[in-house]
């Protein structure tokens, strides 16, 4: 039986990597999608896991396979497709380091996975289905996305959801709100940005956002990411916060997917049903989860940012001894 597998897109992000002789900006291709991701740390630490989506039959397409082939993951469910090509995206970042995208995806190949494509048996021998909203920004893939998910769901596949609000992927945010809803409706375990639980729950509380997700939805968990002040969760009707590492940030992406896989790692190792965590494990668990998500921030790039679980574990251990030392003082 395979441990994880996720469905979704995957992509190619040019990010800025300095200036030509003449000032201009240049631009380095490195793996992204937010699925891929969240497998890659997986597959790092030691986990089964499997890929579904599609790609163009291009150098670009060639690129991810040979990518996420060398990650670890099996690309069995992995499609090249003849008529659209690979979905690239340029990051753009602006005078205080933030980044903005723009997308070449009219229509990339990613949004053309049809549901006759999808391997479903992967998916119902696996102990977690993970996949995003981004898959659901336009048929046919938005379909096939769906289905994927209400599969999982029918086999007692443990189900994962990240509820991406990308804005300018999506026709208008009516659409995308309806969309992220409708993933909602599938989940076991959420990540979630605080923008966008405001943007689903209509509240910045988080206390009163995840109340709503938690009882609208019936998700049994509940990561709202906060960037470098860590985490809050809830769990049924427990709430918690765990504050973030202390590293030197150089590139924040893919700090969410590492995060949300850092978790599913933990639920994995546990072995027990959600409903069998308490709250003592549950903040031993978003404790490793953030120290994840912190090592992936140190590095350029999301795939190769992964950290062993040799890194996450001296992070851990480091950060409690300077507490320690602190509280001594
Ligand atoms: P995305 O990467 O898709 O934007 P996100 O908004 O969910 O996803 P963040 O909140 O930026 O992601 O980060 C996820 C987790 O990574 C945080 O909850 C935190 O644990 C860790 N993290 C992110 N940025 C930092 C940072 N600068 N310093 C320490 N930890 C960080």
Redesign the pocket.
Known sequence: MLDVIALGEVLIDFTPAGKSETGEVRFEQNPGG?PA?VLSLLAKLGKSTAFIGKVGDDQFGHYLHNTLRESGMNTKGLVFSKDTRTTLAFVHLDDQGDRSFSFYRSPGADMMLRENEVDFELISNARVFHFGSISMTHEPAASATLKAAAHAKEHGVLISY?P?LRENLWDDLTHAKERMEQGLFFADVV??????LEFISGTKDLEKGSSYLSDRFDIPLI?????????FYRHGSETGC?S????K?VD?????????GGMLYQILEKGVPLSGLDLEDMDQM?SF?????????TKKG?IPAMPTIEEVLVLEKNTKWLNKENVSQ
């Open positions: 937010a991701n990240d991406n990540k979630i940005s605080e923008e966008e990561l709202v990411t906060l960037g470098s002040k860590g985490c765990r973030g590492y202390h590293v940030a924040t992406t893919g700090a969410g997917d590492a995060f949300l978003v989860a953030n120290a994840v998500g912190a090592l992936v921030t999301a």
